[in-house]
């Protein structure tokens, strides 16, 4: 006998009974413990919100480049860059 086996009758060698067995047919999946509940297999298909935090980021970005566009544009008019220059000439001169 195997280590495994000491302590369990002949009977259960036999049967293969005891937790270190795996199950037979009929009994779940080949390859599970007997002593493990069987999992119930997922039946409703493909989860509706996979990919969705992905598809946000996506959103997020395009928004955020787009500020960043919108920003580098107004930032290089004359206007407001003379208005910059002006408060940071100021504020040198202190």
């Known amino acids: ?20 067995t795996t199950a037979t047919e009929g009994e779940g999946s080949p390859g599970v413990r007997s002593d493990e509940p069987a999992r119930a297999p997922r039946t409703q298909g493909v989860d509706p919100e996979a990919g969705l935090a992905t598809a946000e980021y996506a959103v997020a970005t395009v928004a955020a480049v787009g500020f960043a566009g919108l920003l580098i544009a107004v930032l290089k008019s004359d206007t407001v860059r003379g208005l910059l220059e002006g408060i940071i000439s100021s504020a040198l001169s202190v």
């Open 1 to 20: 006998m195997r280590n495994e086996d000491e302590g369990r009758s002949a009977a259960e060698v036999e049967q293969g009974g005891g937790a270190s």
